[in-house]
């Protein structure tokens, strides 16, 4: 990618970023209208914070804590947002 489409690119994000309550309202917006289960919401919100912890921003601060996010189960990754959630709350 060359210096104009990274250009571009943020100027977009900069432009149409969403808050963290306006992204939570499209989640539950798009869950409600496809009648997403408890499970399934459940699944996708580990998959996603899978692909999240796999992003090389992220990526590059697990593996600096001697942590793969490549070879994180199931359990691994429900244990770290369960951390992570908390540390979140105490700054609210």
Not at 2 to 22: F, V
Not at 43 to 51: E, P
Not at 73 to 88: G, L
Request: hydrophobic letters at 40%; a negative charge; aromatic letters at 6%.
């Amino acid at each position: 990618m060359n210096n104009i489409q990274e250009k571009h690119i943020k100027e977009y994000l900069d432009k149409n970023k969403m808050s963290l309550d306006e992204i939570q309202q499209a989640f539950l917006d798009s869950f409600t209208m496809n009648q997403v289960s408890n499970e399934e919401a459940a699944a996708l919100m580990v998959s996603i914070m899978r692909n999240m912890m796999q992003m090389s921003h992220n990526a590059d601060q697990l593996n600096e804590l001697g942590i793969d996010p490549h070879k994180l189960s199931i359990d691994d990754v429900t244990q770290m947002m369960s951390i992570w959630c908390k540390e979140y709350a105490k700054s609210l």
